[in-house]
Protein backbone atom coordinates (compact mmCIF):
# COMPACT_ATOMS: atom_id res chain seq x y z
CA UNK A 1 0.00 0.00 0.00
CA UNK A 2 2.51 2.52 0.92
CA UNK A 3 4.68 1.90 -2.86
CA UNK A 4 1.11 2.11 -3.98
CA UNK A 5 0.62 5.49 -2.37
CA UNK A 6 3.83 7.01 -3.36
CA UNK A 7 2.84 5.85 -7.16
CA UNK A 8 0.04 8.12 -6.55
CA UNK A 9 1.90 11.15 -4.96
CA UNK A 10 4.60 11.06 -7.82
CA UNK A 11 2.31 11.36 -10.63
CA UNK A 12 0.25 14.01 -9.17
CA UNK A 13 3.39 16.10 -7.33
CA UNK A 14 5.87 14.23 -8.63
CA UNK A 15 8.52 17.16 -6.78
CA UNK A 16 6.54 18.14 -3.94
CA UNK A 17 7.28 15.18 -0.72
CA UNK A 18 8.78 16.73 2.24
CA UNK A 19 12.56 17.21 2.53
CA UNK A 20 12.82 14.26 4.84
CA UNK A 21 11.94 11.97 1.66
CA UNK A 22 14.83 13.73 -1.06
CA UNK A 23 18.17 12.20 0.93
CA UNK A 24 20.45 10.87 -1.34
CA UNK A 25 19.30 12.81 -4.33
CA UNK A 26 21.49 14.67 -6.94
CA UNK A 27 21.09 18.54 -7.11
CA UNK A 28 19.41 19.62 -10.05
CA UNK A 29 18.20 15.79 -11.00
CA UNK A 30 13.90 15.68 -10.60
CA UNK A 31 11.19 13.27 -11.09
CA UNK A 32 10.59 15.38 -14.35
CA UNK A 33 14.34 14.54 -16.00
CA UNK A 34 13.92 10.83 -14.96
CA UNK A 35 10.58 10.19 -16.18
CA UNK A 36 12.35 12.19 -19.82
CA UNK A 37 14.76 10.37 -19.43
CA UNK A 38 12.51 7.40 -19.48
CA UNK A 39 10.51 8.28 -22.44
CA UNK A 40 13.81 9.33 -24.64
CA UNK A 41 15.36 5.73 -24.15
CA UNK A 42 11.65 4.03 -25.02
CA UNK A 43 11.40 5.61 -28.14
CA UNK A 44 14.73 5.26 -29.13
CA UNK A 45 15.29 1.65 -28.17
CA UNK A 46 12.16 -0.12 -27.36
CA UNK A 47 10.32 -0.62 -24.10
CA UNK A 48 12.65 -3.34 -23.04
CA UNK A 49 15.76 -1.18 -23.15
CA UNK A 50 14.14 0.70 -20.49
CA UNK A 51 15.45 -0.61 -16.86
CA UNK A 52 15.65 1.29 -13.56
CA UNK A 53 19.76 0.83 -14.47
CA UNK A 54 20.14 1.89 -17.72
CA UNK A 55 18.08 5.20 -17.17
CA UNK A 56 20.17 5.91 -14.35
CA UNK A 57 23.21 4.98 -16.24
CA UNK A 58 22.03 7.66 -19.15
CA UNK A 59 21.92 10.52 -16.18
CA UNK A 60 25.23 9.72 -14.80
CA UNK A 61 24.13 8.28 -11.56
CA UNK A 62 24.13 5.04 -9.77
CA UNK A 63 20.91 3.06 -9.61
CA UNK A 64 19.94 3.65 -5.91
CA UNK A 65 20.25 6.94 -6.60
CA UNK A 66 17.24 6.61 -9.15
CA UNK A 67 15.37 5.04 -6.32
CA UNK A 68 15.39 8.17 -3.88
CA UNK A 69 13.04 9.51 -7.27
CA UNK A 70 10.99 6.85 -8.55
CA UNK A 71 10.44 3.51 -6.35
CA UNK A 72 11.17 1.11 -9.27
CA UNK A 73 10.23 0.42 -12.93
CA UNK A 74 6.72 -0.04 -12.91
CA UNK A 75 6.24 3.63 -11.14
CA UNK A 76 8.81 4.81 -13.75
CA UNK A 77 6.26 3.27 -16.63
CA UNK A 78 3.07 4.41 -14.93
CA UNK A 79 4.83 8.47 -14.90
CA UNK A 80 6.15 7.87 -18.35
CA UNK A 81 3.06 7.07 -20.09
CA UNK A 82 1.03 9.50 -17.59
CA UNK A 83 3.29 12.31 -19.23
CA UNK A 84 2.27 11.19 -22.79
CA UNK A 85 -0.90 11.93 -21.74
CA UNK A 86 -0.48 15.06 -20.22
CA UNK A 87 0.98 16.35 -23.07
CA UNK A 88 -1.58 15.17 -26.26
CA UNK A 89 -2.69 17.88 -28.48
CA UNK A 90 -6.28 17.59 -27.96
CA UNK A 91 -8.58 19.54 -30.48
CA UNK A 92 -12.41 20.92 -29.20
CA UNK A 93 -15.94 18.82 -30.19
CA UNK A 94 -17.95 21.88 -30.23
CA UNK A 95 -20.35 21.67 -32.83
CA UNK A 96 -18.88 19.01 -34.66
CA UNK A 97 -21.02 15.82 -35.87
CA UNK A 98 -20.59 12.92 -33.68
CA UNK A 99 -18.49 10.79 -36.42
CA UNK A 100 -16.30 13.23 -36.77
CA UNK A 101 -15.41 14.00 -32.50
CA UNK A 102 -14.93 10.15 -32.19
CA UNK A 103 -12.57 10.02 -35.54
CA UNK A 104 -10.75 13.28 -34.31
CA UNK A 105 -10.35 11.17 -30.54
CA UNK A 106 -8.98 8.04 -32.70
CA UNK A 107 -6.35 10.20 -34.39
CA UNK A 108 -4.79 11.61 -31.45
CA UNK A 109 -4.25 8.58 -29.97
CA UNK A 110 -3.25 6.76 -33.13
CA UNK A 111 -0.38 10.01 -33.52
CA UNK A 112 0.78 9.29 -29.81
CA UNK A 113 1.22 5.91 -30.52
CA UNK A 114 3.14 6.72 -33.84
CA UNK A 115 5.57 8.85 -32.20
CA UNK A 116 6.11 6.31 -29.26
CA UNK A 117 4.81 3.26 -30.27
CA UNK A 118 5.72 1.48 -26.77
CA UNK A 119 2.84 3.08 -25.49
CA UNK A 120 0.68 0.91 -27.31
CA UNK A 121 1.98 -2.17 -25.55
CA UNK A 122 0.95 -1.07 -22.06
CA UNK A 123 -1.89 -2.90 -20.76
CA UNK A 124 -4.90 -0.67 -20.67
CA UNK A 125 -6.43 -2.29 -18.18
CA UNK A 126 -4.37 -1.03 -15.03
CA UNK A 127 -3.77 2.74 -16.39
CA UNK A 128 -1.75 5.51 -14.77
CA UNK A 129 -4.51 7.08 -12.02
CA UNK A 130 -2.63 10.68 -12.60
CA UNK A 131 -3.38 14.26 -14.18
CA UNK A 132 -2.45 12.75 -17.48
CA UNK A 133 -4.86 9.98 -17.74
CA UNK A 134 -7.70 12.10 -15.97
CA UNK A 135 -7.55 14.83 -18.62
CA UNK A 136 -7.25 12.39 -21.32
CA UNK A 137 -10.28 10.60 -20.51
CA UNK A 138 -12.19 13.69 -19.76
CA UNK A 139 -11.90 15.18 -22.89
CA UNK A 140 -12.27 11.65 -24.71
CA UNK A 141 -15.75 11.05 -22.90
CA UNK A 142 -16.73 14.45 -23.78
CA UNK A 143 -16.90 13.82 -27.77
CA UNK A 144 -19.64 11.52 -26.59
CA UNK A 145 -21.91 14.44 -25.43
CA UNK A 146 -25.85 14.61 -26.86
CA UNK A 147 -25.13 10.59 -28.30
CA UNK A 148 -28.06 9.29 -25.63
CA UNK A 149 -25.59 7.19 -23.87
CA UNK A 150 -25.72 6.26 -20.72
CA UNK A 151 -22.53 6.38 -18.48
CA UNK A 152 -21.78 2.81 -18.63
CA UNK A 153 -22.34 2.60 -22.29
CA UNK A 154 -20.36 5.69 -22.81
CA UNK A 155 -17.06 4.76 -20.98
CA UNK A 156 -17.72 1.24 -22.99
CA UNK A 157 -18.25 2.75 -26.15
CA UNK A 158 -14.43 4.65 -25.95
CA UNK A 159 -12.65 1.16 -24.34
CA UNK A 160 -13.79 -0.09 -27.69
CA UNK A 161 -12.43 2.87 -30.07
CA UNK A 162 -9.41 3.32 -28.19
CA UNK A 163 -9.20 -0.96 -28.03
CA UNK A 164 -9.05 -0.72 -31.86
CA UNK A 165 -6.75 2.28 -32.07
CA UNK A 166 -4.19 0.89 -29.43
CA UNK A 167 -4.54 -2.57 -31.47
CA UNK A 168 -4.04 -0.83 -35.01
CA UNK A 169 -1.00 0.73 -33.36
CA UNK A 170 0.48 -2.32 -32.63
CA UNK A 171 0.02 -3.96 -36.21
CA UNK A 172 1.63 -0.98 -37.28
CA UNK A 173 4.62 -1.30 -34.85
CA UNK A 174 5.31 -4.35 -35.81
CA UNK A 175 5.55 -4.16 -39.53
CA UNK A 176 7.37 -1.13 -38.79
CA UNK A 177 9.99 -3.79 -36.89
CA UNK A 178 10.03 -6.59 -39.26
CA UNK A 179 11.15 -4.16 -41.93
CA UNK A 180 13.87 -2.96 -39.79
CA UNK A 181 15.04 -6.43 -39.04
CA UNK A 182 14.59 -6.94 -43.01
CA UNK A 183 16.31 -4.02 -44.10
CA UNK A 184 13.35 -3.95 -46.55
CA UNK A 185 9.33 -2.97 -47.03
CA UNK A 186 7.23 -5.16 -47.10
CA UNK A 187 6.17 -4.10 -51.14
CA UNK A 188 10.52 -5.25 -51.51
CA UNK A 189 9.69 -8.32 -49.70
CA UNK A 190 6.51 -9.56 -51.83
CA UNK A 191 8.37 -8.51 -55.15
CA UNK A 192 10.97 -10.78 -54.32
CA UNK A 193 9.22 -14.15 -52.95
CA UNK A 194 6.17 -13.21 -55.24
CA UNK A 195 8.21 -15.24 -58.51
CA UNK A 196 8.82 -17.91 -56.26
CA UNK A 197 5.78 -18.63 -54.42
CA UNK A 198 3.98 -18.22 -58.31
CA UNK A 199 5.94 -21.36 -58.95
CA UNK A 200 4.61 -23.69 -56.47
CA UNK A 201 0.99 -21.85 -56.09
CA UNK A 202 -1.87 -23.61 -57.32
CA UNK A 203 -4.02 -20.70 -58.74
CA UNK A 204 -7.13 -23.03 -59.68
CA UNK A 205 -7.49 -24.67 -56.49
CA UNK A 206 -7.42 -21.44 -54.70
CA UNK A 207 -8.89 -19.02 -56.88
CA UNK A 208 -10.41 -16.62 -54.65
CA UNK A 209 -7.75 -16.22 -52.68
CA UNK A 210 -5.67 -15.18 -56.26
CA UNK A 211 -8.53 -13.00 -57.15
CA UNK A 212 -8.52 -10.83 -53.96
CA UNK A 213 -4.87 -11.24 -52.72
CA UNK A 214 -4.02 -10.26 -56.43
CA UNK A 215 -6.72 -6.87 -55.87
CA UNK A 216 -5.75 -6.24 -52.66
CA UNK A 217 -1.56 -6.17 -53.09
CA UNK A 218 -1.88 -4.39 -56.44
CA UNK A 219 -4.40 -1.64 -54.61
CA UNK A 220 -1.92 -1.74 -51.21
CA UNK A 221 1.18 -2.46 -52.05
CA UNK A 222 1.77 -5.15 -49.97
CA UNK A 223 -0.60 -8.05 -48.42
CA UNK A 224 -0.80 -5.26 -44.71
CA UNK A 225 -0.91 -1.73 -45.98
CA UNK A 226 -1.19 0.09 -41.46
CA UNK A 227 -2.72 3.28 -43.12
CA UNK A 228 -5.63 1.33 -44.77
CA UNK A 229 -6.00 -1.50 -41.91
CA UNK A 230 -6.91 1.83 -40.23
CA UNK A 231 -9.01 4.00 -41.98
CA UNK A 232 -11.24 0.52 -42.90
CA UNK A 233 -11.35 -0.42 -39.36
CA UNK A 234 -12.20 3.17 -37.72
CA UNK A 235 -15.10 3.47 -40.15
CA UNK A 236 -16.38 0.03 -39.46
CA UNK A 237 -16.11 0.95 -35.51
CA UNK A 238 -17.60 4.18 -36.23
CA UNK A 239 -20.99 1.73 -37.88
CA UNK A 240 -21.17 0.18 -34.97
CA UNK A 241 -21.21 2.80 -32.39
CA UNK A 242 -24.07 4.76 -34.76
CA UNK A 243 -26.33 1.63 -33.93
CA UNK A 244 -25.75 2.07 -30.09
CA UNK A 245 -25.91 5.90 -31.08
CA UNK A 246 -28.84 6.14 -33.82
CA UNK A 247 -30.65 9.18 -34.20
CA UNK A 248 -29.74 10.60 -30.79
CA UNK A 249 -26.53 10.98 -32.31
CA UNK A 250 -27.45 12.19 -35.93
CA UNK A 251 -26.48 16.24 -35.18
Not at 50 to 57: E, L
Not at 73 to 102: F, N, V
Request: proline share 6%; hydrophobic share 45%; net charge negative.
Amino acid sequence: MAEVRRTIDLLWFPDGEPEGKRRGRRPGLTVARVVETGIALADAEGLEAVSMRRVAQELGVVPMTLYTYVPDKSALLDLMLDRLYLEMPRAGHPDRPWRERLAAVAGENRRLYTAHPWAATLPASRPPLGPGLMAKYEHELRAFDDCGLDDVTRDAALTFLIGFVQAAARSEADVRAAEARAGSTDFEWWQERGPVFELVFDQHRYPTATRVGAAAGSAMGAAYEPGHAYEFGLARVLDGLAALIGTAGSR
